[in-house]
Nanobody, 126 residues
């Protein structure tokens, strides 16, 4: 049973923007860390941004800081990733994850997240 549903990926040219969405249930969304991860071919999955839905604290990887913004909509039980000034190196499958009922660090680590979406592809061409 899919607990998180992502949408919004696509193919764009460098410098353009995309917004990813992740919808989930209220029980998973409420007062938990939710994060966006990405995995490029041949590479490990890495956390790029995270948000604590109970207070709004956020984290960004250095590679996306200043270009990506993570946000939440509590009414929709959704988390978003606004990606601007996209670069070819941002090309990857992007996954939404939730650390449900877990005490985790703000910097997202794959093993700390126990709910995952199916992923959405982002391709950036130069």
């Amino acid at each position: 049973q899919v607990q998180l549903v992502e949408s919004g990926g696509g193919s764009v040219q460098a410098g353009r923007s995309l917004r990813l969405s992740c919808a989930t249930s209220r029980s998973i969304f409420t007062k938990n860390w939710m994060a966006w991860f990405r995995q490029a071919p041949g590479k490990e999955r890495e956390g790029v941004a995270a948000i604590y839905t109970g207070g709004g604290s956020t984290y960004y990887a250095d590679s996306v800081k200043g270009r990506f913004t993570i946000s939440q909509d509590s009414a929709k039980n959704a988390v978003y990733l606004q990606m601007s000034d996209l670069k070819p190196e941002d090309t990857a499958m992007y996954y939404c994850g939730a650390a449900f009922d877990r005490a985790v660090c703000s910097s997202p680590r794959v093993y700390e997240y126990n709910y995952w979406g199916q992923g959405t592809q982002v391709t950036v061409s130069s």
